[in-house]
T-cell receptor
Framework: NAGVTQTPKFQVLKTGQSMTLQCAQDMNHNSMYWYRQDPGMGLRLIYYSASEGTTDKGEVPNGYNVSRLNKREFSLRLESAAPSQTSVYFC????????????FGPGTRLTVL | SQQGEEDPQALSIQEGENATMNCSYKTSINNLQWYRQNSGRGLVHLILIRSNEREKHSGRLRVTLDTSKKSSSLLITASRAADTASYFCATDGMTGRRALTFGSGTRLQVQP
């Protein structure tokens, strides 16, 4: 099992450009999450998907959209990138809402100039 | 805003010493979890303590939870250089989404 995979690992964008961060898990988990981590801080929830076909906003959703393409894949899209979106983005999955532990991907380091 | 506040923000100890990290949170929880993050990597789950538990052990890890004070501590005994990492507490709240809310973390440096 690869666990949770994220692509790309690194990305540099100019202000106003768009991009999609990809996340996939091969553990047959129902719930998936997108977090961002800014320097010296913990993770903040952007969006989550409790199950295939559902998505909901987290703590900091502005400027982002998500798609739960199928049970395996959960993508995060920046339509018009801003310097404030410079961060490390982590995808995570969880077997279901009643399960406890979350499994994290390795992260995508995004810089917006 | 973040649920948890961790203390200290940074900790430097010698190999073999014990490391204690504290976490405070604000709202009622189902459970509290501790995660570890090596530099440049994703988070790895270490241990979970439920709201009706007061203490839990796993190997060299000991976690306590005081729900009346809304606080938890993580003790790493006989630390090793390989324990150098950032440690985060995360609370699993009682809202429907069951998403974790993370503290700001403690950076632990274990000197060989």
């Amino acid at each position: 099992n690869a666990g949770v995979t994220q692509t790309p690992k690194f990305q540099v964008l100019k202000t106003g450009q768009s991009m999609t961060l990809q996340c996939a898990q091969d553990m047959n988990h129902n719930s998936m999450y997108w977090y961002r981590q800014d320097p010296g801080m913990g993770l903040r929830l952007i969006y989550y998907s409790a199950s295939e076909g559902t998505t909901d906003k987290g703590e900091v959703p502005n400027g982002y959209n998500v798609s739960r393409l199928n049970k395996r894949e959960f993508s995060l899209r920046l339509e018009s990138a801003a310097p404030s979106q410079t961060s490390v983005y982590f995808c995570a999955s969880r077997p279901g809402l009643e399960a406890n532990e979350q499994f994290f991907g390795p992260g995508t380091r995004l810089t917006v100039l | 805003s973040q649920q948890g506040e961790e203390d200290p923000q940074a900790l430097s100890i010698q190999e073999g010493e014990n490391a204690t990290m504290n976490c405070s949170y604000k709202t009622s929880i189902n459970n509290l979890q501790w995660y570890r993050q090596n530099s440049g990597r994703g988070l790895v789950h270490l241990i979970l303590i439920r709201s009706n538990e007061r203490e839990k052990h796993s190997g060299r890890l000991r976690v306590t939870l005081d729900t009346s004070k809304k606080s938890s501590s993580l003790l790493i005994t006989a630390s090793r250089a390989a324990d150098t990492a950032s440690y985060f507490c995360a609370t699993d709240g009682m809202t429907g989404r069951r998403a974790l809310t993370f503290g700001s973390g403690t950076r632990l440096q274990v000197q060989p």
